[in-house]
């Protein structure tokens, strides 16, 4: 570690947030009583949420944008200046955001709201993979069930920062939910096309557990948990022969993971004389373009189990 830039970022980080809270007067209340609550949030799928459930009375930037991987990112000065000016920040927490728990305390420190989304998902619903060192898995949005409760915890922040506006916060809840409750029944209609021996899905990092579990998929992915580790030629090859062993026709690159691993996984499925094509490409740490289907969770989530289901049903081709 250079010690002397984490210092000197760590100094400039303190300064920015000094500033911020000096030129207002006390934080969200100020904000909600001029109409409408600074909001940062780090990933789309949050972004998203912040923005249906507060709707009119909110101002939302994201941080992390299509193809952008949350587990590497490290936040620039013009992002600790814009979290460090917000009356809200949202984030994932079960250290999906790896790199920015320091920032996150200092927010903390001081006074700006600062909620991981994920707080009040029961832990007994999380997994803790041996590979992940006795941390859970942070993918929890792809289990359309679990992400209802990140909702609604976003919901019942807004509502303690800006009571006034109480009854709009719930009712935009209520019909979010809604919705929701339709995607999860359409995820799981979609994968029921599938014959339970065909429910295999293999990707690039293991992203998709929570997923597998809620809608019948075995899952395989070539890195772990988190893309900061690598993937070794055994485990290429490893992944290989357990592609031709169950002769599955289709395997997926991810939008925001380099094709190289995904492509190296299919030139040893090649050379073991067994042809797999990659199915295409699924959302899975970051949404789609803003002003797109797929820049919505919802269009996200229908893109994936559209994509999915159409290669392993179709020889490859979705």
Not at 37 to 46: E, F, K, Q, R, S
Not at 228 to 235: C, F, I, P
Request: aromatic fraction near 8%; hydrophobic fraction near 40%; charge should be negative.
């Amino acid at each position: 570690m250079n010690y002397a830039k984490y210092f000197l970022f760590m100094a400039l980080l303190t300064g920015l947030v000094s500033c911020s809270r000096e030129e207002g007067d006390g934080g969200v209340k100020n904000s909600a009583g001029s109409g409408v609550i600074n909001i940062v949030a780090t990933t789309g799928m949050i972004t998203d949420i912040a923005q249906v459930v507060g709707g009119e009375h909110v101002k939302v930037r994201g941080l992390m944008g299509p193809g952008v991987d949350p587990h590497l990112y490290k936040a620039s000065a013009g992002d600790v200046a814009l979290l460090s000016g917000a009356d809200l920040i949202f984030y994932n927490g079960l250290h999906l955001e790896g790199k920015m728990s320091e920032i996150f305390e200092q927010m903390k420190k001081r006074g700006i709201d600062t909620v991981a989304v994920t707080d009040n998902i029961d832990r007994s619903l999380l997994e803790t993979p041996p590979q992940f060192e006795g941390n859970y898995d942070p993918h929890v949005w792809f289990d359309v069930t679990m992400w209802m409760k990140a909702v609604e915890t976003v919901r019942d922040t807004l509502i303690s920062a800006d009571p006034a506006n109480a009854i709009e916060y719930r009712a935009n809840t209520e019909a979010y939910l809604t919705e929701l409750s339709a995607l999860n029944e359409y995820v799981q209609s979609k994968a029921n096309l599938l014959p339970e021996d065909k429910r295999v899905l293999i990707t690039a990092h293991d992203a998709f557990s929570y997923f597998g579990r809620r809608y019948g998929f075995e899952v395989r992915g070539l890195q772990g948990i988190s893309t900061v580790s690598e993937a070794g030629t055994q485990d290429v090859q490893n992944l290989a022969a357990f592609i031709v062993e169950r002769r599955i026709p289709a395997i997926f690159v991810e939008s925001s993971v380099p094709p190289k691993f995904i492509e190296a996984v299919q030139a040893a499925v090649e050379a073991k004389g067994f042809d797999v094509k990659v199915g295409g490409s699924l959302y899975s740490d970051a949404m789609g373009n803003p002003g797109t289907p797929d820049g919505t969770y919802i269009g996200m989530v229908r893109h994936n189990i559209d994509t999915i289901v159409g290669a392993l049903l179709n020889g490859g081709q979705s």
